[in-house]
């Protein structure tokens, strides 16, 4: 009989049935924590999506700051660049005027030696001091020869009338071999030199 007076509720259920006063009191209750679940998980969504759109703006703001950054930078840097090909190259016009300066330095100094003067007087216009004759070397074109101009040896210089005996045999070899074809006939008088003909007496 015991046995019999057992429900087939499950453990926890309350032995009222779904109606009553406290069954939707707790209904209620459920429905209103539901609720607030979704509300509170509706919320931290759109707090975390508002987090992540303000994470991709700063990164873009950063990135273009950066960009900014290295592009004036890189102007820069090319500017600096050129300006200092710029100095170099006029450091080194600085440096041959200051050289050519020199020069003439030296030069203006050279000019002060009564000496160097008569050199270059005698070198550029051919005057000699009084007493002096001076000469003149001639070229083969007749004009006379730079003062830079080295005379040769006359001892070393070759007779171009004098021949070796193997030109000459050589010569002989090619007239045998070539042979003229028109020859000259030879004259019916023979004069002889002026030197000849002159009177001994003379």
Avoid: C
Avoid at 41 to 53: C, G, I, M, P, Y
Avoid at 155 to 161: E, H, I, Q, R, W
Wanted: aromatic content about 6%; charged content about 35%; proline content about 7%.
């Amino acid at each position: 009989m015991a046995d019999e007076r057992r429900t087939s509720r499950k453990p926890g259920r309350p032995a009222a049935g779904r109606s009553g006063p406290r069954y939707a009191e707790r209904l209620k209750a459920e429905r209103k924590k539901a609720a607030r679940d979704r509300e509170a998980a509706l919320v931290r969504a759109r707090a975390e999506h508002q987090r992540r759109s303000r994470l991709t703006g700063r990164a873009a703001i950063l990135v273009l700051v950066l960009a900014v950054l290295a592009v004036s930078y890189a102007s820069s840097l090319r500017a600096y660049l050129q300006q200092r090909d710029h100095i170099d190259a006029l450091q080194s016009q600085i440096d041959d005027r200051k050289a050519t300066i020199a020069d003439l330095k030296r030069e203006k100094e050279r000019w002060q030696d009564e000496e160097y003067v008569r050199q270059q007087a005698r070198a550029r216009f051919g005057y000699v001091p009084k007493g002096e004759t001076p000469f003149v070397a001639l070229g083969p074109d007749g004009q006379p020869i730079d003062a830079s101009a080295e005379l040769g040896d006359p001892s070393t210089v070759a007779d171009p009338d004098e021949r070796s005996w193997y030109d000459e045999a050589w010569d002989s070899m090619k007239l045998a071999g070539n042979p003229p074809t028109k020859v000259p006939a030879p004259k019916d008088e023979i004069e002889a030199p002026k030197e000849d003909l002159k009177d001994p007496a003379e």
